[in-house]
Protein backbone atom coordinates (compact mmCIF):
# COMPACT_ATOMS: atom_id res chain seq x y z
CA UNK A 1 0.00 0.00 0.00
CA UNK A 2 1.38 3.31 -0.85
CA UNK A 3 1.74 6.19 1.71
CA UNK A 4 0.63 9.54 1.06
CA UNK A 5 3.19 11.18 2.99
CA UNK A 6 5.79 12.79 1.56
CA UNK A 7 10.02 11.69 2.96
CA UNK A 8 11.08 14.20 5.45
CA UNK A 9 15.30 15.12 5.50
CA UNK A 10 17.48 17.49 6.44
CA UNK A 11 19.54 17.85 3.47
CA UNK A 12 19.66 21.34 1.93
CA UNK A 13 18.19 22.34 -1.45
CA UNK A 14 18.12 20.88 -4.72
CA UNK A 15 17.27 21.66 -8.17
CA UNK A 16 14.52 19.08 -8.05
CA UNK A 17 12.61 20.58 -5.24
CA UNK A 18 11.72 22.45 -7.57
CA UNK A 19 9.41 20.34 -9.67
CA UNK A 20 6.95 18.55 -8.30
CA UNK A 21 5.62 15.10 -9.49
CA UNK A 22 1.97 17.12 -9.94
CA UNK A 23 3.57 19.17 -12.63
CA UNK A 24 5.74 16.74 -14.12
CA UNK A 25 1.78 14.27 -14.50
CA UNK A 26 0.16 17.75 -15.66
CA UNK A 27 3.36 18.06 -18.38
CA UNK A 28 2.58 14.27 -19.81
CA UNK A 29 -0.75 15.52 -20.20
CA UNK A 30 0.01 18.61 -22.12
CA UNK A 31 2.56 16.87 -24.36
CA UNK A 32 0.38 13.99 -26.16
CA UNK A 33 0.85 12.60 -29.60
CA UNK A 34 -0.08 9.53 -31.66
CA UNK A 35 2.35 7.32 -33.24
CA UNK A 36 -0.06 5.97 -35.28
CA UNK A 37 -1.10 9.12 -37.24
CA UNK A 38 2.58 9.72 -38.85
CA UNK A 39 2.49 9.49 -42.36
CA UNK A 40 5.87 7.64 -43.24
CA UNK A 41 5.10 8.01 -46.99
CA UNK A 42 7.68 10.48 -47.72
CA UNK A 43 10.81 8.78 -45.04
CA UNK A 44 9.84 5.67 -47.31
CA UNK A 45 10.76 7.64 -50.83
CA UNK A 46 14.06 9.47 -48.99
CA UNK A 47 14.96 6.34 -47.64
CA UNK A 48 15.00 4.79 -50.79
CA UNK A 49 16.75 7.28 -52.84
CA UNK A 50 18.31 10.17 -51.06
CA UNK A 51 20.11 7.39 -48.70
CA UNK A 52 22.97 5.65 -50.06
CA UNK A 53 23.15 2.22 -49.23
CA UNK A 54 26.13 2.87 -46.31
CA UNK A 55 24.27 5.51 -44.76
CA UNK A 56 20.80 3.19 -44.49
CA UNK A 57 23.06 0.29 -42.84
CA UNK A 58 24.57 2.84 -40.34
CA UNK A 59 21.54 4.76 -39.44
CA UNK A 60 19.58 1.02 -39.16
CA UNK A 61 22.53 -0.39 -37.02
CA UNK A 62 21.42 2.83 -34.82
CA UNK A 63 17.71 2.94 -34.87
CA UNK A 64 17.67 -1.04 -34.20
CA UNK A 65 19.40 0.22 -30.86
CA UNK A 66 16.39 2.33 -29.92
CA UNK A 67 13.54 0.02 -30.88
CA UNK A 68 14.95 -2.86 -28.88
CA UNK A 69 15.22 -0.50 -26.23
CA UNK A 70 11.93 0.90 -26.09
CA UNK A 71 10.30 -2.36 -26.15
CA UNK A 72 12.44 -3.21 -23.13
CA UNK A 73 12.17 -0.17 -20.84
CA UNK A 74 8.24 -0.58 -21.39
CA UNK A 75 7.89 -4.16 -20.39
CA UNK A 76 10.28 -4.00 -17.20
CA UNK A 77 8.38 -0.24 -16.22
CA UNK A 78 5.59 -2.40 -13.52
CA UNK A 79 7.77 -3.20 -10.76
CA UNK A 80 8.62 0.11 -10.38
CA UNK A 81 5.61 0.95 -10.50
CA UNK A 82 4.85 -1.17 -7.57
CA UNK A 83 7.73 -0.02 -5.31
CA UNK A 84 7.18 3.91 -5.51
CA UNK A 85 6.37 4.44 -2.45
CA UNK A 86 3.93 7.38 -2.95
CA UNK A 87 0.66 7.54 -4.95
CA UNK A 88 2.04 10.25 -6.91
CA UNK A 89 5.29 8.94 -8.25
CA UNK A 90 2.99 5.97 -9.22
CA UNK A 91 0.61 7.85 -11.17
CA UNK A 92 3.71 9.28 -13.23
CA UNK A 93 5.23 5.94 -13.68
CA UNK A 94 2.15 4.81 -15.78
CA UNK A 95 2.04 7.69 -17.83
CA UNK A 96 5.82 6.85 -18.22
CA UNK A 97 5.01 3.01 -19.26
CA UNK A 98 2.15 4.58 -22.02
CA UNK A 99 5.10 6.59 -23.43
CA UNK A 100 7.20 4.04 -23.72
CA UNK A 101 4.70 1.61 -25.09
CA UNK A 102 3.81 4.64 -28.27
CA UNK A 103 8.07 4.68 -28.28
CA UNK A 104 7.98 0.79 -29.50
CA UNK A 105 5.17 1.49 -31.61
CA UNK A 106 6.77 4.31 -33.25
CA UNK A 107 10.03 2.82 -33.91
CA UNK A 108 8.20 -1.05 -35.20
CA UNK A 109 5.86 1.27 -37.47
CA UNK A 110 9.08 3.04 -39.15
CA UNK A 111 11.55 0.08 -39.59
CA UNK A 112 8.38 -1.41 -40.86
CA UNK A 113 6.55 0.74 -43.38
CA UNK A 114 10.35 2.66 -43.88
CA UNK A 115 12.96 0.11 -43.56
CA UNK A 116 11.09 -3.41 -44.89
CA UNK A 117 11.95 -4.87 -41.84
CA UNK A 118 9.49 -7.59 -39.79
CA UNK A 119 5.62 -8.29 -41.06
CA UNK A 120 3.98 -5.28 -39.11
CA UNK A 121 3.87 -7.07 -35.60
CA UNK A 122 6.47 -6.22 -32.97
CA UNK A 123 7.31 -9.49 -32.52
CA UNK A 124 8.69 -10.25 -36.19
CA UNK A 125 10.20 -6.96 -36.01
CA UNK A 126 11.93 -7.57 -32.92
CA UNK A 127 13.18 -10.81 -34.02
CA UNK A 128 14.88 -9.08 -37.38
CA UNK A 129 16.45 -6.29 -35.36
CA UNK A 130 18.31 -8.54 -32.72
CA UNK A 131 21.45 -9.26 -34.17
CA UNK A 132 22.45 -5.72 -34.90
CA UNK A 133 22.14 -5.59 -31.08
CA UNK A 134 25.98 -4.57 -29.53
CA UNK A 135 27.47 -6.54 -26.72
CA UNK A 136 27.51 -3.66 -23.98
CA UNK A 137 23.67 -3.13 -25.49
CA UNK A 138 23.06 -6.63 -24.29
CA UNK A 139 24.81 -6.34 -20.99
CA UNK A 140 23.00 -3.45 -19.82
CA UNK A 141 19.62 -4.21 -20.67
CA UNK A 142 20.13 -7.85 -19.62
CA UNK A 143 21.16 -5.86 -16.16
CA UNK A 144 17.81 -3.97 -16.65
CA UNK A 145 15.83 -7.43 -16.79
CA UNK A 146 17.26 -9.33 -13.88
CA UNK A 147 16.88 -5.57 -11.83
CA UNK A 148 12.91 -5.42 -12.49
CA UNK A 149 13.02 -9.47 -11.09
CA UNK A 150 15.00 -7.78 -8.22
CA UNK A 151 12.52 -5.33 -7.45
CA UNK A 152 9.38 -7.30 -7.55
CA UNK A 153 11.35 -9.20 -4.33
CA UNK A 154 12.59 -5.72 -2.66
CA UNK A 155 11.16 -2.63 -2.38
CA UNK A 156 13.24 -1.18 -0.10
CA UNK A 157 14.68 2.72 -1.08
CA UNK A 158 18.09 2.09 -1.60
CA UNK A 159 16.96 -0.99 -4.49
CA UNK A 160 14.30 1.51 -5.98
CA UNK A 161 17.31 3.97 -6.04
CA UNK A 162 19.36 1.45 -7.70
CA UNK A 163 16.67 0.35 -9.98
CA UNK A 164 15.87 4.17 -10.91
CA UNK A 165 19.67 4.85 -11.47
CA UNK A 166 19.95 2.25 -14.17
CA UNK A 167 17.07 3.11 -16.04
CA UNK A 168 16.34 7.32 -15.75
CA UNK A 169 20.26 8.57 -15.26
CA UNK A 170 21.98 5.18 -17.14
CA UNK A 171 19.80 4.06 -20.14
CA UNK A 172 17.39 7.50 -20.98
CA UNK A 173 20.17 10.43 -19.61
CA UNK A 174 23.77 8.90 -20.52
CA UNK A 175 22.61 6.31 -23.55
CA UNK A 176 19.70 7.03 -25.12
CA UNK A 177 19.65 11.13 -25.03
CA UNK A 178 22.55 11.54 -26.51
CA UNK A 179 21.78 9.18 -28.97
CA UNK A 180 18.34 11.03 -29.73
CA UNK A 181 20.47 14.57 -30.17
CA UNK A 182 22.86 12.91 -32.39
CA UNK A 183 19.93 11.48 -34.49
CA UNK A 184 17.97 14.47 -34.80
CA UNK A 185 20.46 16.96 -35.61
CA UNK A 186 21.57 15.41 -38.59
CA UNK A 187 18.52 14.52 -39.67
CA UNK A 188 17.29 18.52 -38.67
CA UNK A 189 20.99 19.28 -40.77
CA UNK A 190 20.17 17.62 -43.80
CA UNK A 191 16.26 17.66 -44.11
CA UNK A 192 15.17 14.04 -44.00
CA UNK A 193 12.95 11.67 -42.79
CA UNK A 194 10.15 14.17 -42.07
CA UNK A 195 7.83 12.01 -39.68
CA UNK A 196 10.58 9.65 -38.38
CA UNK A 197 11.97 13.33 -37.35
CA UNK A 198 9.03 14.71 -35.88
CA UNK A 199 8.29 11.25 -34.16
CA UNK A 200 12.16 11.48 -32.51
CA UNK A 201 11.30 14.99 -31.16
CA UNK A 202 8.37 13.91 -29.81
CA UNK A 203 10.37 11.11 -27.54
CA UNK A 204 13.34 13.25 -26.73
CA UNK A 205 10.64 15.60 -25.38
CA UNK A 206 8.91 12.24 -23.07
CA UNK A 207 12.26 11.28 -22.22
CA UNK A 208 13.18 14.73 -20.92
CA UNK A 209 10.28 14.65 -18.99
CA UNK A 210 10.86 11.22 -17.27
CA UNK A 211 14.69 11.75 -16.72
CA UNK A 212 13.12 14.77 -14.41
CA UNK A 213 11.02 12.62 -12.52
CA UNK A 214 13.96 9.86 -12.72
CA UNK A 215 16.25 12.45 -11.14
CA UNK A 216 13.52 13.57 -8.48
CA UNK A 217 12.39 10.42 -7.20
CA UNK A 218 16.38 10.05 -6.76
CA UNK A 219 16.80 12.65 -4.69
CA UNK A 220 14.04 11.78 -2.39
CA UNK A 221 15.00 8.10 -1.92
CA UNK A 222 18.24 9.38 -0.65
CA UNK A 223 16.79 11.50 1.78
CA UNK A 224 15.23 8.98 2.98
CA UNK A 225 17.90 6.19 3.29
CA UNK A 226 20.95 8.51 2.93
CA UNK A 227 23.79 5.78 3.97
CA UNK A 228 21.79 2.85 2.08
CA UNK A 229 20.95 4.96 -1.24
CA UNK A 230 24.61 5.74 -2.00
CA UNK A 231 25.67 2.92 -1.44
CA UNK A 232 23.15 1.21 -4.14
CA UNK A 233 23.48 3.84 -6.58
CA UNK A 234 27.44 3.31 -6.32
CA UNK A 235 27.24 -0.68 -6.68
CA UNK A 236 25.17 -0.06 -9.88
CA UNK A 237 27.07 1.86 -11.52
CA UNK A 238 30.22 0.09 -11.13
CA UNK A 239 28.57 -2.56 -12.49
CA UNK A 240 27.10 -1.26 -15.31
CA UNK A 241 29.40 1.53 -16.73
CA UNK A 242 32.51 -0.83 -17.75
CA UNK A 243 29.72 -1.77 -20.55
CA UNK A 244 28.78 1.85 -21.55
CA UNK A 245 32.01 2.19 -24.36
CA UNK A 246 30.20 -1.00 -25.99
CA UNK A 247 26.96 0.88 -26.00
CA UNK A 248 27.76 2.88 -29.18
CA UNK A 249 29.99 0.46 -30.64
CA UNK A 250 29.94 -0.19 -34.32
CA UNK A 251 30.53 -3.05 -36.03
CA UNK A 252 33.39 -3.68 -36.13
CA UNK A 253 34.59 -0.64 -34.28
CA UNK A 254 33.99 1.13 -37.70
CA UNK A 255 33.69 4.74 -37.04
CA UNK A 256 31.96 5.80 -40.20
CA UNK A 257 28.97 4.48 -38.95
CA UNK A 258 28.70 7.04 -36.73
CA UNK A 259 31.11 9.85 -38.78
CA UNK A 260 29.06 9.73 -42.15
CA UNK A 261 26.24 11.73 -40.31
CA UNK A 262 28.67 14.34 -39.01
CA UNK A 263 29.52 13.39 -35.41
CA UNK A 264 32.15 11.24 -33.61
CA UNK A 265 31.78 8.70 -30.88
CA UNK A 266 33.76 11.31 -28.25
CA UNK A 267 31.00 13.96 -29.10
CA UNK A 268 28.51 11.44 -28.28
CA UNK A 269 30.07 9.63 -25.06
CA UNK A 270 31.37 13.16 -23.89
CA UNK A 271 27.39 14.18 -23.56
CA UNK A 272 26.54 10.70 -22.13
CA UNK A 273 29.22 10.84 -19.37
CA UNK A 274 28.41 14.81 -18.94
CA UNK A 275 24.40 14.39 -18.70
CA UNK A 276 25.19 11.25 -16.13
CA UNK A 277 27.34 13.46 -13.60
CA UNK A 278 24.91 16.32 -13.84
CA UNK A 279 22.31 13.98 -13.28
CA UNK A 280 23.76 12.62 -10.36
CA UNK A 281 24.41 15.84 -9.25
CA UNK A 282 21.39 17.43 -9.67
CA UNK A 283 19.66 14.49 -7.19
CA UNK A 284 22.11 15.29 -4.62
CA UNK A 285 24.66 12.44 -5.08
CA UNK A 286 27.60 13.58 -7.05
CA UNK A 287 29.61 11.09 -8.26
CA UNK A 288 32.95 11.85 -6.48
CA UNK A 289 30.74 11.70 -3.52
CA UNK A 290 29.63 8.08 -3.73
CA UNK A 291 30.90 5.62 -1.20
CA UNK A 292 34.09 3.24 -2.61
CA UNK A 293 36.74 3.28 -5.22
CA UNK A 294 36.18 6.41 -8.05
CA UNK A 295 33.93 5.47 -10.03
CA UNK A 296 35.65 7.44 -13.05
CA UNK A 297 39.29 7.88 -12.88
CA UNK A 298 40.05 11.09 -11.91
CA UNK A 299 42.15 14.20 -13.00
CA UNK A 300 41.01 13.49 -16.49
CA UNK A 301 38.50 15.55 -18.85
CA UNK A 302 35.55 13.76 -20.27
CA UNK A 303 36.87 13.64 -23.91
CA UNK A 304 39.86 11.83 -22.09
CA UNK A 305 37.64 9.73 -20.02
CA UNK A 306 35.38 8.82 -23.07
CA UNK A 307 38.93 8.09 -25.06
CA UNK A 308 39.83 5.86 -22.31
CA UNK A 309 37.10 3.90 -22.12
CA UNK A 310 37.07 3.55 -26.17
CA UNK A 311 40.54 2.20 -26.22
CA UNK A 312 39.78 -0.18 -22.72
CA UNK A 313 37.04 -1.57 -24.39
CA UNK A 314 38.63 -2.63 -27.84
CA UNK A 315 41.54 -3.59 -26.08
CA UNK A 316 39.56 -6.37 -24.53
CA UNK A 317 39.81 -4.85 -20.90
CA UNK A 318 36.76 -3.33 -20.25
CA UNK A 319 33.49 -5.13 -20.85
CA UNK A 320 32.34 -7.76 -23.28
CA UNK A 321 35.82 -9.19 -24.44
CA UNK A 322 35.44 -10.29 -28.18
CA UNK A 323 39.28 -11.57 -28.21
CA UNK A 324 42.32 -11.45 -26.88
CA UNK A 325 42.96 -8.78 -24.68
CA UNK A 326 45.39 -6.48 -25.99
CA UNK A 327 48.97 -7.10 -24.93
CA UNK A 328 51.31 -4.33 -26.57
CA UNK A 329 53.12 -2.13 -24.35
CA UNK A 330 51.00 1.29 -24.81
CA UNK A 331 47.60 -1.01 -23.85
CA UNK A 332 49.42 -2.40 -20.48
CA UNK A 333 50.91 1.15 -19.06
CA UNK A 334 47.02 2.17 -20.01
CA UNK A 335 45.25 0.17 -17.52
CA UNK A 336 47.40 -0.16 -14.84
CA UNK A 337 47.34 3.76 -15.39
CA UNK A 338 43.65 3.42 -15.12
CA UNK A 339 43.73 1.57 -11.83
CA UNK A 340 46.16 3.64 -10.36
CA UNK A 341 44.03 6.73 -10.51
CA UNK A 342 41.00 4.34 -8.90
CA UNK A 343 42.88 3.12 -5.90
CA UNK A 344 40.21 3.65 -3.07
CA UNK A 345 40.73 6.93 -1.13
CA UNK A 346 39.07 5.57 2.35
CA UNK A 347 42.00 2.42 2.00
CA UNK A 348 42.58 3.01 5.55
CA UNK A 349 46.07 1.73 5.61
CA UNK A 350 49.02 3.00 7.67
CA UNK A 351 52.21 2.85 5.66
CA UNK A 352 53.24 2.49 2.29
CA UNK A 353 52.42 -0.81 0.56
CA UNK A 354 53.44 -2.02 -2.53
CA UNK A 355 52.07 -4.73 -4.77
CA UNK A 356 53.77 -6.33 -7.75
CA UNK A 357 52.82 -8.12 -10.63
CA UNK A 358 54.32 -10.60 -12.34
CA UNK A 359 53.03 -12.06 -15.37
CA UNK A 360 54.01 -15.58 -16.80
CA UNK A 361 54.23 -14.42 -20.43
CA UNK A 362 57.68 -13.47 -21.46
CA UNK A 363 56.42 -10.31 -23.59
CA UNK A 364 54.46 -8.54 -20.99
CA UNK A 365 57.24 -7.08 -18.15
CA UNK A 366 56.86 -6.95 -14.84
CA UNK A 367 54.74 -3.83 -13.08
CA UNK A 368 53.96 -2.70 -9.15
CA UNK A 369 51.88 -0.64 -7.71
CA UNK A 370 53.12 1.63 -4.41
CA UNK A 371 49.86 2.52 -2.54
CA UNK A 372 51.22 5.80 -0.70
CA UNK A 373 48.82 8.79 0.40
CA UNK A 374 49.51 11.54 -2.03
CA UNK A 375 52.23 9.67 -3.65
CA UNK A 376 50.73 6.43 -5.41
CA UNK A 377 51.95 4.94 -8.48
CA UNK A 378 52.18 2.31 -10.73
CA UNK A 379 55.86 1.65 -12.11
CA UNK A 380 57.15 -0.74 -14.85
CA UNK A 381 59.83 -3.06 -13.73
CA UNK A 382 60.35 -5.06 -10.42
CA UNK A 383 60.32 -2.94 -6.88
CA UNK A 384 62.92 -3.43 -4.38
CA UNK A 385 60.79 -4.75 -1.71
CA UNK A 386 57.40 -5.37 -2.74
CA UNK A 387 54.96 -6.60 0.59
CA UNK A 388 52.74 -8.64 -2.21
CA UNK A 389 53.86 -10.62 -5.14
CA UNK A 390 51.19 -11.35 -8.13
CA UNK A 391 52.03 -14.12 -10.57
CA UNK A 392 49.62 -14.69 -13.23
CA UNK A 393 49.03 -14.37 -17.40
CA UNK A 394 48.36 -11.19 -18.41
CA UNK A 395 45.31 -12.51 -19.59
CA UNK A 396 43.79 -13.62 -16.46
CA UNK A 397 44.67 -9.68 -14.86
CA UNK A 398 42.92 -8.51 -17.59
CA UNK A 399 40.23 -10.49 -16.76
CA UNK A 400 39.86 -9.44 -13.08
CA UNK A 401 40.18 -5.81 -14.02
CA UNK A 402 37.29 -6.18 -16.33
CA UNK A 403 35.36 -8.26 -13.66
CA UNK A 404 35.32 -10.92 -15.70
CA UNK A 405 37.22 -13.08 -13.47
CA UNK A 406 36.46 -13.38 -9.74
CA UNK A 407 39.99 -12.96 -7.83
CA UNK A 408 39.39 -15.39 -5.13
CA UNK A 409 38.36 -18.12 -7.40
CA UNK A 410 41.51 -17.57 -9.65
CA UNK A 411 43.45 -17.68 -6.32
CA UNK A 412 42.01 -20.98 -5.56
CA UNK A 413 42.46 -22.69 -8.75
CA UNK A 414 45.90 -21.39 -9.11
CA UNK A 415 45.87 -19.29 -11.60
CA UNK A 416 46.33 -16.37 -8.80
CA UNK A 417 49.33 -17.02 -7.15
CA UNK A 418 50.41 -14.61 -4.32
CA UNK A 419 53.41 -14.61 -2.48
CA UNK A 420 54.63 -12.49 0.48
CA UNK A 421 53.28 -11.07 3.33
CA UNK A 422 49.95 -13.10 3.90
CA UNK A 423 48.21 -9.70 5.35
CA UNK A 424 49.11 -7.57 2.11
CA UNK A 425 46.08 -9.55 0.34
CA UNK A 426 43.50 -8.37 3.02
CA UNK A 427 44.96 -4.96 2.16
CA UNK A 428 45.14 -5.65 -1.90
CA UNK A 429 41.16 -5.88 -1.25
CA UNK A 430 41.42 -3.07 0.74
CA UNK A 431 42.96 -0.59 -1.95
CA UNK A 432 40.64 -2.35 -4.94
CA UNK A 433 37.05 -3.48 -3.01
CA UNK A 434 35.36 -3.95 -5.97
CA UNK A 435 38.07 -6.98 -6.53
Known amino acids: ????????????????????????????????????????????????????????????????????????????????????????????????????????????RFMHEVCGIGDGSMASGLQAIRPQLTSGFRKIFDRLDTMADELRADRSPAKLAAAVTLYHVVIEASLAQPGQHFICSYLERRDQLPAFRAGMENI???????????????????????????????????????????????????????????????????????????????????????????????????????????????????????????????????????????????HGLSRPVTFQWEFTDPDISTWHLRVDNGSTAAVQGEAERPDLRLRLSWQDWADIVGQRLNPLQAVATGRLRPRGNPLALRKLMRVFPQS
Request: hydrophobic residues 40%.
Open 1 to 108: MATASAPTSDVGTLPTDAISYEDLYARWERGQWRATELDFSEDARQWREDFTEFERQAALWNYCLFFWGEDAVADNLSPYIDAAPREEQKYFLATQQVDEARHAVFFK
Open 204 to 346: AADEQRHIGFGVKLLSDLAREDPVGVPKAVAALLRDVTRYTAQVLMPPGWDERYITTFGATFDEVGVEGLTSMTTKLRSAGLPVESLPGPPLLPPGLTPLELSQRGRALAKAGILGVREGPTRRDPETVALMFDTITRQVDPS
